[in-house]
């Protein structure tokens, strides 16, 4: 196991690490910018070393400064975490050139699948179904039309190099694809500095179901079931589960395999998601795989027992993985919401600043994953996510009856939060009954 490592992130998934990390014995070393100084979680570590200012281009995202903490901590190997530097080949490859071990797949598997085009064609030669579209990157629009037409409209634009739901649109016949493709090649090269976009089918009324996997570097991949991540809202995740509800026993199986056979092609190893869609035919399609950490994994560790965290760590410092498939088991429900500074009354506004006040929820089988605590700024510079809150129950009414509790029971006060719009969530008969697809949020409550 490594004597010290860098957590090159913040927040709650730098906490997240560090605790995993003192729990192991391993040394950790922090980064922080200067809208971050003084946050409670740092003095968890053994060092932190500012990085930069509030922006996280000039601060988490710098990677020469990044490198130099590293190099200064004296570490073996750095943590990404979620968002910023977590799935930049680049900066993986940097790392390793440096001799600090990455927490994470190699670069070139991450370079492979973080191409969302090249993903697909990975998939298709593994045997795993995407959705129908065009077979490579589209130049222009008569081939475009052309390909949407074989497929039928509607059809989704997606950039190549997306994330975060940008780059990402709807054309419903011909002349709003023209228009559309100009929209999504302008928005892609803007975010991505890479306009390279490709169709696929819309599939109406999907669910979101993602499978998780580990693998390390003795040629072990397993997964660790799935997780249903259907309730969004602008494809962002809100409330998160494992198992899936109503999910077929046969079609959990094959997906669960297909994600396996992905992965072992892409000759990845440590920690990972494959994403997929399933539509009401239940017909699941390949969409993306993550290859990180995902903010949603402690679901995963509520029903299978398994750290992921410590996991990752094992895998990159050589270990053989501790379980084989058939040890994995799904026990009970788990449920997760995640807390944003975000005002549900004036379209989900982001809503830094002050917490005064603050009272979390606890008891058997509730885990609050915060960085935040009463007297704690929440800064305007950074993702507005200040915490996951989860349960974990022997079935899923008990789950959603103790999240309901649970959100009860949290208070923040000087912020606005998203917890009133979840309360509404679980409260609806539609939830329960799991006849929910991706578009439910937004259909559901309108502006
Ligand atoms: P990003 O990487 O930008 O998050 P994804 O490919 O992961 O993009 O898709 C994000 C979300 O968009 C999915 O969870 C799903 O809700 C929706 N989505 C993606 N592909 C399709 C599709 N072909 N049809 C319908 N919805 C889709």
């Given at each position: 196991m490594f004597k010290r490592i860098l957590v090159a992130n913040r927040g709650e998934i730098a906490l997240r690490v560090i605790r995993a990390c003192r729990e192991l014995g391993v040394e950790t070393v922090a980064i922080y910018s200067e809208a971050d100084r003084g946050a409670q979680y740092l003095d968890l570590a053994d060092e932190a070393y500012c990085v930069g200012p509030a922006k996280a281009a000039d601060s988490y995202l710098k990677i020469d400064r990044v490198i130099s903490a590293a190099e200064i901590g004296n570490v073996q190997a750095i943590h990404p975490g979620y968002?910023?530097?977590?799935?930049n080949a680049h900066f993986n490859e940097v790392c390793r050139s440096c001799n600090i071990d990455f927490i994470g797949p190699g670069f070139e598997a991450m370079r492979r699948l973080g191409d969302k085009n090249e993903a697909r064609k990975m998939a298709r030669a593994a045997n795993v179904p995407c959705v129908p579209g065009s077979d490579g990157l589209i130049t222009d629009e008569k081939e475009a039309i052309s390909v949407a037409r074989e497929i039928g409209f509607p059809v989704l634009i997606k950039a190549t190099a997306g994330g975060g739901g940008k780059g990402m649109r709807v054309a419903a016949n011909d002349l709003s694809l023209k228009s559309a493709i100009q929209q999504a090649q302008a928005e892609a090269l803007a975010a991505f500095g890479n306009a390279g976009i490709y169709l696929e089918r819309y599939v109406e009324l999907p669910r979101h179901i993602e499978v998780q996997i580990v693998a390390d570097h003795h040629g072990n991949v397993v997964h660790l079931w799935e997780r249903d991540c259907t309730m969004q809202r602008r494809h962002q995740k809100v409330i998160e589960e494992s198992p899936a509800a109503h999910l077929e026993p046969q079609v959990r199986n094959a997906i669960c395999e297909a994600a396996v056979r992905l992965i072992k092609s892409a000759d990845y190893t440590n920690a990972g998601t494959v994403e997929f869609i399933v539509d009401r035919q239940n017909n699941f399609y390949f969409i993306e795989v993550n290859a990180r950490i995902q903010v949603e994994h402690p679901v995963t560790e509520m029903v299978t027992g398994i750290d992921l965290i410590k996991t990752q760590l094992r895998i990159a410092s050589g270990e053989p993985l501790p379980f084989k498939q058939s040890d994995i088991k799904q026990t009970g429900v788990a449920l997760e919401c995640r807390i944003n500074a975000e005002d549900p009354a004036r379209g989900f506004q982001p809503s830094p600043g002050l917490i005064t006040r603050m009272m979390t929820p606890g008891g058997p089988g509730v885990r609050f994953d915060s960085h935040a605590y009463p007297g704690y700024t929440v800064s305007p510079h950074y993702d507005s996510m200040i915490g996951k809150l989860l349960v974990h129950r022997p079935t899923r009414d008990e789950a959603i009856q103790a999240m309901k509790q649970a959100l009860g029971e949290l208070r923040i006060e000087g912020i606005k939060t998203t917890a009133s719009r979840q309360q509404d969530i679980l409260s609806h008969a539609a939830f329960s009954a799991g006849t929910v697809d991706t578009k439910f949020i937004e259909r559901t409550w309108p502006g």
């Open positions: 968002g910023f530097l977590s799935e």
